[in-house]
Every structure is written in C-alpha cells, then in structure tokens.
C-alpha cells in the first residue's frame, strides 16, 4: 500500500460538479493498492497516518498528528501511484491491485482510518475526480508498506 500524503490549508474533492469532500486544515491522502495488500497492511498504514507527525507544535517543529490538531482527512483512491514506470514512456499497471480488489481494500481503508479517527472523508473509486488543495510548506510524504 502507498500513501501520498499532503498537509493542507483546505482540500476538497468534486465529481460531476458535486462536492463530495471538502476540509480546511488537515490532510489529503492518494491511496494506492498493490495485489499483496492485507488487511494487517490496511491497519498498519491507518495507525500510521493519522499518528504521523506532520503539523507544527508551538515552536514551530512538526510534532503534531493530524488528530492532535483536530484537523480533516480526504482519502483519495489513486491506482497510478502503485503503477509501474520503470521502463519505457508508458506506466504499465501490473503491479497495481486489480480494480475490484482495490475497491475492496480502499473500502476496509476507509473502514480502519475511521476506527482511529471519526472525520474522515474519501473520493471515490473510479470516478472522474477533481480533487484541490493548497499544500502547506508545502509538505508531502510518500508512505509505504
């Protein structure tokens, strides 16, 4: 599993015109499946992105999770960030989890991320997404397992 995540000053999500997200100071998280994610993996990975430290304490260093400075959270199901682009000009996408099995396991994200942390908010898997933020710093993490 890999997630992108970006500390926001806001951050929203639009299908069809609709809003369907939409947060002010908290983070925007892509979350791509590969075929050997687990729900051990799915866990591990919300343990760990609602207690990465990425928000500034009161001097100024990032010692602070997103729970501790009450902020948002849009999950954001992306299957190019699994994709595999060390050859050629096209990314091929043999290494990311097949479309039904990826919704299964964004479903048990989302599913695990609330468990922690109740103001969770995602996109959705296979729509035409417009998602926007305003990355603050900016600061963006790749996080794997």
């Known amino acids: 599993m890999i997630c992108l995540l970006q500390r926001v000053l806001e951050g929203s999500v639009t299908i069809d015109n609709q ?3 939409q947060i002010e ?3 925007v998280v892509l979350c791509g499946f590969q075929p050997n994610d687990s729900h051990d993996k799915l866990k591990k990975m919300a343990k760990k992105l609602l207690s990465y430290r990425v928000f500034a304490d009161d001097n100024g260093r990032m010692n602070l999770n997103v729970q501790q400075v009450d902020g948002g959270v849009i999950l954001v199901p992306q299957f190019t960030l699994a994709a595999d682009t060390q050859s050629g000009l096209r990314p091929s996408f043999s290494t ?12 048990q994200f989302i599913t695990e991320c609330q468990a922690l942390y109740a103001p969770i908010q995602q996109g959705q898997f296979g729509a035409d997404m417009k998602v926007g933020l305003i990355n603050d710093g900016p600061v963006t993490f790749w996080l794997e397992n």
């Open 19 to 21: 809003s369907v997200a």
């Open 25 to 27: 100071q908290g983070l």
């Open 96 to 107: 990311s989890a097949a479309p039904d099995i990826a919704t299964q396991l964004f479903d």
